[in-house]
């Protein structure tokens, strides 16, 4: 089958396109995992902190959120679906001040 040069050129060209476009998705998916990570990593040393807090004042320990996010991404991206944020439990709610 033949085709004509001018529609195998717009394919070329298409093809370049979507090559780059493809090379600049991986790269910003690259930069949210980095992201993710250094994330989770001031997330476990913030908790851990709020650990050592609560031991030294004697308060009780706060029941921690369970962190089902898998250890690897999914293989296939467009079957991958962000974790939903969910706001921590022992989060501080806005009363209103008495004092006031």
Request: hydrophobic residues 35%.
């Amino acid at each position: 089958m033949a085709i004509p040069i001018s529609e195998y050129r717009e394919l070329c060209r298409a093809l370049e396109t979507l090559t780059a476009s493809q090379s600049s998705l991986a790269q910003e998916m690259a930069a949210i995992r980095a992201c993710q990570e250094q994330m989770l990593a001031t997330q476990a040393q913030q908790a851990a902190i709020l650990r050592q807090l609560q031991v030294h004042f004697d308060l009780p320990q706060a029941v921690e959120p369970s962190t089902d996010t898998p250890a690897e991404p999914h293989s296939h991206p467009s079957e991958s679906h962000p974790p939903e944020p969910q706001a921590p439990a022992d989060a501080p709610t806005e009363e209103a001040d008495p004092s006031a």
